[in-house]
C-alpha cells in the first residue's frame, strides 16, 4: 500500500505604501511616468519580489490615477507564476479595495492598471497591496543554517587546542590548561 499527501503552502506578501504630496506629484508628473514602491516579497520566497506602480493624470483628458503590480523577481526563470492579489486604499483606518484580480506573471511583466480614487485629498495616499501565490518549481528558504557565533567559535577553538602555544597537564583537574600566547603576554 502506498500513501502520499500534498500539502498546500501558499505564500504571502505584504505592502503599504504612504505617497506624501499626492496633489503635487499630479500636477508635476508626466504622461507614462509613474512612481514605484520599494521592492516587497515574503523571506520564504525571496526571489519573488514585487513592485507597485502609480499612474497619475495618465492622459490630459481624462485625469484618473492608475495602480498596477509588477513582477520584479524570477530573472532567471522562463516559468509563468500565477498570483493573485489585492490592491485597495487606506482611508481613516479602514480599507477600500480597488481591484482583485488573478495573473499570470513572468519577470518584469505587469498586471493591468487599475483605477485608483483619492478619498481625502488633504492626506497622504496609502495604498495597501496583498499577494497570495504558489510556489510551484521555486526553492523555498524554509531551512536556515545555523551559523556558529563568535563566542561559540572562540571556545571551539579553545577547546580543539587550536594556536596554542603550550599545554600544561595539571593532575587534580582532569583537563588541560591551554595557555595562549596573548595570555602571557598580558601577564608578563
Given at each position: ?11 504571502n ?34 526571489s ?38 489585492t ?51 521555486l ?14 567559535s ?35
Open positions: 500500500m502506498f500513501s502520499d499527501v500534498t500539502k498546500l503552502e501558499l505564500i506578501c505584504h505592502i503599504e505604501w504612504k505617497i506624501h504630496d499626492f496633489v503635487k506629484h499630479e500636477k508635476y508628473m508626466e504622461h507614462g511616468q509613474f512612481l514605484t514602491s520599494k521592492q516587497f516579497y515574503n523571506p520564504k520566497c525571496p519573488v519580489k514585487w513592485e507597485l506602480r502609480a499612474y497619475l493624470n495618465t492622459t490630459q483628458l481624462n485625469s484618473n490615477n492608475l495602480v498596477s503590480l509588477v513582477q520584479v523577481g524570477l530573472k532567471d526563470s522562463d516559468d509563468a507564476l500565477k498570483a493573485k492579489f490592491i485597495g486604499i487606506k482611508n481613516n483606518g479602514g480599507k477600500v479595495n480597488c481591484c482583485s484580480a488573478t495573473t499570470s506573471f513572468k519577470h518584469q511583466l505587469e498586471s493591468d492598471k487599475y483605477s485608483l480614487t483619492k478619498i481625502m485629498p488633504n492626506r497622504p495616499l496609502t495604498i495597501f497591496c496583498d499577494v497570495e501565490f504558489m510556489p510551484y518549481k526553492k523555498l528558504e524554509n531551512e536556515f543554517e545555523d551559523f556558529p557565533t563568535p563566542k561559540n572562540f571556545i571551539d577553538i579553545f577547546n580543539k587546542g587550536i594556536f596554542t602555544d603550550c599545554v600544561f597537564e595539571i593532575s587534580f583537574f582532569k583537563d588541560y590548561l591551554l595557555i595562549y600566547r596573548f595570555v602571557w603576554a598580558v601577564y608578563l
